[in-house]
């Protein structure tokens, strides 16, 4: 199993940018879907998060400018960034609670997808 994101690039402030990080491999199935970013120096921090049935939460400091969806058919979950600023800059990663199977048994286990950067310049 594997997550594969795309999606990151430069942007000025005010700009949008649209992240989306899909689920591949032997999948029964993906539970809660989530990104995080971080910053060079500093802890990994949870963006926002999307449950199977598509309940959400949001960081206090995106609320309102991103989005958090999910596609069950490709398993994959979107990040759409509205009016991002510069402190929005980060390497941002997508994170996923999957089942997966192995043989004849289910197994459980999260997963990192690599990082894509987001610049948003002044």
């Known amino acids: 199993v594997q997550l594969q994101a795309s999606g990151g690039g430069s942007v000025q402030a005010g700009g949008s940018l649209r992240l989306s990080c899909a689920a591949f491999?032997?999948?029964?199935?993906?539970?809660?879907m989530a990104w995080y970013r971080q910053v060079t120096g500093k802890e990994r921090e949870v963006v926002a998060t999307?449950?199977?049935?598509?309940?959400?939460n949001y960081a206090d400091s995106v609320k309102g400018r991103f989005t958090i969806t999910r596609d069950n058919a490709r398993n994959a979950v979107l990040l759409q960034m509205n009016s991002l600023k510069p402190e929005d800059t980060a390497v941002y990663y997508c994170?996923?609670?999957?089942?997966?199977?192995?043989?004849?048994?289910?197994?459980?286990?999260?997963?990192w997808g690599y990082g894509t950067l987001v610049t948003v310049s002044s």
């Open positions: 491999g032997s999948i029964f199935s993906v539970k809660d």
């Open positions: 994170n996923a609670d999957i089942q997966y199977l192995n043989g004849d048994q289910i197994h459980e286990m999260y997963y």
């Open positions: 999307i449950t199977s049935s598509g309940a959400t």
